[in-house]
């Protein structure tokens, strides 16, 4: 609920303070007071259209604040929230409008856009006047209206639609996806498979890029390999050949000899021999290996040649695959997984397709179930709100709620739902918000809030201005009766001249116009009690003789009661 609002430099008000509580206030005051003003102000609040005209003559600029609490879990505090503001002590809303039309806006003590204003608004008040009307504007605000008065019945068949037409939703986009990505898939897979096969083809296995890189340097070096290696078993065994060469293994075992020969004398030397024969010992076994080299090593050029186009065929799978034959082997494990995957494209399709064809049947039918419940729930709103309306000097206009077929499926069902008036027998239903004129047009739409306020309102604050234009008497009587059964369901503040409206309210507001020759001051105070009898009296017929006293205070009495 709103708090407080203060205005200052708006219009003809120079400075003004609005207490406002639960239930009904009333706002009265004499013409050019700037009652209007205080609903202008409200609407600069909630992201009204800002005009330099509305600063007051002589100010710089027009300054109006608000105060709010709300629950913790209102859309308007997670809005809020969002947009970083803060909200622990209230909502504190705040609009500049500048001598020269420059506007500024705080949310929750943050600058913020005008139009986050805006989008409180909707969450936030309801203002229903004469020049504008901001409820049931848009055309979802009718249905959002019809939804909330057909309870649990419309609820339950929204929610059975909401649940399948989402899965419904998701279904079909999976199937476009996948049917616009087929050709791209099915390209995919052939270049898979086309590298699939060069690399069974080869046959790779791991590590083999580095065996043949050292058998070809093997190959590569044969004759040189071969030679310095029989060199090397020449120089440790002889050769009869070559006598002129000495043998490393006939100087050590002549060297293990002589020593032998004097080694018993002296235990250090006979050491020393034992480490000649180990050398021997060991120049033998690398002289025998030396020979097996020699007679193996492989002097083959064709084999050469195989290794060579073996390493260059894996190189070029490197170079497609790799950059390493490794890389080359995860590549088509990982290849084969996804040639598996897009293979099963064609099936997900067919089940995709055969799951949209059953979610489209229950959403048609849950699409019926749910217009259905919602014409139920509209003849009988129709009803009530025409019955409130004969309450309020409105008894020959009728209203219907229309629910018809838009032709398409959306978030919220297949139905255009419109709240429709007619003014007059013979006279053609028509939106409501473009029926009637004036006052007419506000009581239409207390109407409409009191019919709807036993299903929750949307909004925790509701704003009237002149609603009881064009009545009086009884009627009048009667809308204040209305305002007061709504404020039972939600904070109602009401602009009005008529007595019998102000005696229905909780508490009274009056707004003063002073003059001091040069300059108009227009203020808002509360009255009570003799006071608010006297502001009753003057409402009446403007004097403050025992008689209209006497009758505003019968007016408080009956409203009371």
């Given amino acids: 609920m709103i708090e407080e609002i203060r205005i200052?430099?708006?219009?003809?008000?120079?400075?003004?303070?609005?207490?406002?509580?639960?239930?009904?206030?009333?706002?009265?005051?004499?013409?050019?007071?700037?009652?209007?003003?205080?609903v202008t102000g409200l609407g600069l609040l909630l992201g009204g259209r800002g005009d330099a005209g509305l600063v007051r003559t002589g100010s710089r600029r027009t300054v109006v604040e608000g105060l709010l609490t709300l629950p913790d879990e209102h859309a308007a505090v997670r809005r809020v929230d969002e947009a970083g503001g803060d909200v622990a002590d209230g909502?504190?809303?705040?609009?500049?409008?500048?001598?020269?039309?420059?506007?500024?806006?705080?949310?929750?003590?943050?600058?913020?856009?005008?139009?986050?204003?805006?989008?409180?608004?909707?969450?936030?008040?309801?203002?229903?006047?004469q020049a504008d009307q901001w409820r049931l504007r848009r055309g979802e605000e009718h249905r959002e209206v019809l939804d909330a008065f057909g309870g649990d019945a419309v609820g339950s068949a929204l929610a059975a639609y909401r649940d399948v037409h989402g899965r419904l939703t998701t279904a079909e986009q999976d199937l476009d996806a996948l049917r616009q990505q087929a050709a791209e898939r099915a390209r995919e897979a052939e270049t898979l498979r086309t590298g699939l096969e060069r690399i069974e083809a080869l046959e790779p296995h791991a590590g083999e890029d580095e065996e043949l890189r050292a058998e070809s340097e093997r190959l590569g070096h044969a004759e040189d390999l071969r030679a310095a290696a029989g060199e090397a078993?020449?120089?440790?065994?002889?050769?009869?050949?070559?006598?002129?060469?000495?043998?490393?293994?006939?100087?050590?075992?002549?060297?293990?000899?002589?020593?032998?020969?004097?080694?018993?004398?002296?235990?250090?030397?006979?050491?020393?021999?034992g480490r000649v024969d180990e050398l021997r010992y060991l120049a033998a076994d690398v002289?025998?290996?030396?020979?097996?080299?020699?007679?193996?090593?492989?002097?083959?050029?064709?084999?050469?040649?195989?290794v060579e186009q073996r390493r260059a065929a894996l190189t070029e799978l490197a170079r497609l695959y790799g950059p390493t034959l490794a890389d080359v082997l995860a590549w088509?494990?990982?290849?084969?997984?996804?040639?598996?995957?897009?293979?099963?494209?064609?099936?997900?399709?067919?089940?995709?397709?055969?799951?949209v064809?059953?979610?489209?049947?229950?959403?048609?039918?849950?699409?019926?179930?749910?217009?259905?419940?919602?014409?139920?729930?509209?003849?009988?709103?129709?009803?009530?709100?025409?019955?409130?309306l004969g309450h309020l000097a409105m008894g020959s206009a009728r209203v219907s709620v229309?629910?018809?077929?838009?032709?398409?499926?959306?978030?919220?069902?297949?139905?255009?739902?419109?709240?429709?008036?007619?003014?007059?027998?013979?006279?053609?239903?028509?939106?409501?918000?473009?029926?009637?004129?004036g006052g007419e047009l506000s009581r239409v739409m207390l109407a409409i809030e009191v019919a709807t306020a036993d299903a929750g309102t949307s909004v925790p604050t509701f704003v009237f201005d002149e609603v009881d234009a064009g009545v009086g008497g009884r009627a009048a009587v009667d809308v204040g009766t209305r305002l007061a059964?709504?404020?039972?369901?939600?904070?109602?503040?009401?602009?009005?001249?008529?007595?019998q409206v102000a005696a229905a309210a909780d508490r009274h507001l009056v707004v003063e116009k002073s003059d001091d020759g040069s300059v108009t001051r227009s203020m808002v105070h509360e009255v009570t009690g003799e006071d608010r009898v006297a502001e009753l009296a003057r409402m009446l017929g403007g004097s403050d003789t025992p008689a209209a006293l006497d009758h505003a205070r019968d007016l408080l009495t009956r409203a009371r009661a």
Avoid: N
Avoid at 287 to 306: C, F, H, I, N, T
């Fill in 8 to 38: 200052r430099d708006l219009g003809v008000i120079d400075e003004a303070v609005l207490p406002l509580h639960p239930g009904l206030t009333v706002l009265t005051g004499e013409t050019g007071a700037g009652k209007t003003m205080v």
């Fill in 91 to 129: 909502l504190v809303l705040v609009r500049t409008v500048q001598a020269d039309g420059r506007s500024r806006a705080h949310v929750g003590g943050r600058a913020a856009p005008v139009g986050l204003l805006g989008e409180l608004a909707e969450h936030l008040v309801a203002v229903h006047g």
């Fill in 233 to 273: 078993h020449v120089l440790l065994s002889g050769d009869e050949d070559r006598p002129d060469v000495p043998a490393v293994l006939q100087a050590l075992a002549s060297a293990s000899a002589r020593i032998a020969q004097v080694g018993e004398a002296d235990p250090v030397l006979a050491a020393l021999g």
């Fill in 287 to 306: 002289a025998a290996d030396l020979g097996s080299y020699v007679a193996d090593v492989d002097v083959d050029p064709a084999r050469l040649d195989g």
């Fill in 332 to 355: 088509a494990e990982d290849g084969a997984t996804r040639v598996l995957d897009l293979e099963g494209t064609g099936d997900r399709i067919d089940a995709l397709a055969e799951e």
């Fill in 357 to 388: 064809g059953t979610l489209t049947t229950e959403r048609d039918a849950a699409a019926v179930r749910l217009t259905e419940a919602r014409t139920r729930a509209a003849a009988d709103l129709g009803g009530r709100i025409t019955e409130e």
């Fill in 402 to 437: 229309a629910v018809e077929d838009s032709g398409r499926f959306g978030a919220d069902g297949r139905d255009v739902v419109e709240v429709r008036l007619a003014s007059g027998p013979g006279t053609p239903a028509r939106s409501v918000t473009k029926a009637a004129s």
């Fill in 485 to 499: 059964a709504l404020a039972r369901h939600a904070q109602v503040v009401v602009v009005t001249h008529l007595a």
